[in-house]
């Protein structure tokens, strides 16, 4: 058996990737869990940097069972997402980033909230596409006009999966929050530099 295994979708999982990132998880983490704090710090995300608050929202999509905390089960459970989900799975976990509040829908502020992250951390990367020459709010816009079907100001999860499963433009806003293994694998080579 090789170090690498082939996936669905023909993304690869390292193996050695996952006994590093479990060896760091016990190393840094004894108790068995990880705080938000923790978090951030074992992808070497400054708490006040431009990565914190989308950092903090991943941290709330892992946490499956709303106790605060990640295990490595949770933690594992998400990558294997990420890595093996469909689109439509991968959705399912980007619209729980972006309902900060957990009520079953997204309203402007959150849209806006994460939207202002996913710009904090373009612009942190130098990531520069045509579309950051749009302005946060015009951004939000877009999108409420573009997704939300009934038009009641917020966006439900079935509003936003059919809206970004129909509309490569707002899905290619969404990327960021598309593929948090790749943001996590990033920060994590990076916090291994320091």
């Not at 499963?165 to 899905?171: G, M, N, R, T």
């Amino acid at each position: 058996m090789g170090q690498a295994q082939q996936t669905e979708n023909s993304e690869e999982i390292d193996v050695k990737v996952l006994q590093d990132m479990y060896r760091k998880f016990v190393l840094e983490c004894p108790s068995g869990v990880l705080y938000l704090h923790e978090f951030k710090r074992f992808f070497g995300v400054d708490p006040t940097g431009e990565a914190s608050e989308y950092a903090e929202n991943m941290f709330r999509a892992f946490d499956k069972n709303g106790d605060n905390t990640i295990d490595f089960l949770e933690f594992v459970a998400a990558l294997n997402l990420v890595f093996r989900g469909d689109l439509e799975h991968k959705l399912r976990w980007s619209f729980k980033v972006y309902d900060k509040d957990s009520n079953g829908y997204i309203d402007r502020d959150e849209l806006r909230s994460i939207i202002d992250s996913i710009y904090q951390v373009k612009r942190g990367s130098k990531t520069n596409t045509e579309d950051s020459k749009l302005t946060v709010d015009e951004v939000v816009n877009r999108i409420l006009a573009a997704v939300d079907s009934d038009g009641d100001g917020t966006i439900t999860m079935d509003e936003f999966i059919k809206g970004a499963q129909e509309d490569p433009w707002v899905l290619n806003m969404l990327k960021l929050d598309m593929n948090p293994a790749q943001w996590v694998m990033e920060h994590r080579r990076k916090s291994a530099h320091f």
